[in-house]
């Protein structure tokens, strides 16, 4: 069992940033792959980013790729995503979650999830 907590949303004008944090506890982190989605009122839940288990690799969804980055410290058990040069259409809420296997754009294949942390941009 993984617990997840999100911190770091907010609301920011148009092309500022934000610092989103997830702190995992329970399993060890570091065996996890880690991904960012969000969900936007009315709309599906979508892939945002993901990191592998020793930061390797990273993976974007093409809306954000060059605003946003994905970083993890195992040791402190956290994941950040920092989105800069946000937009009204980055407005959703972000969740983190977790799977054992390799990064994945599905959110069907995550195992674990956090409770969300609102964002909002206004224009």
């Known amino acids: 069992q993984v617990q997840l907590v999100e911190s770091g949303g907010g609301l920011v004008q148009a092309g500022g940033s934000l610092r989103l944090s997830c702190v995992a506890s329970?399993?060890?982190?570091?065996?996890?792959?880690v991904g960012w989605f969000r969900q936007a009122p009315g709309k599906e839940r979508e892939f945002v980013a993901a990191?592998?288990?020793?930061?390797?690799?990273?993976y974007y969804a093409n809306s954000v790729k060059g605003r946003f980055t994905i970083s993890r410290v195992n040791a402190k058990n956290t994941v950040y995503l920092q989105m800069n040069s946000l937009k009204p259409e980055d407005t959703a809420v972000y969740y983190c979650?977790?799977?054992?296997?390799?990064?994945?754009?599905?959110?069907?294949?995550?195992?674990?999830w956090g409770q969300g942390t609102q964002v909002t941009v206004s224009s």
């Open positions: 329970g399993r060890t982190f570091s065996d996890y792959v």
């Open positions: 979650a977790v799977r054992r296997s390799g990064p994945s754009y599905l959110d069907t294949e995550y195992d674990y």
């Open positions: 990191i592998s288990w020793n930061s390797a690799r990273t």
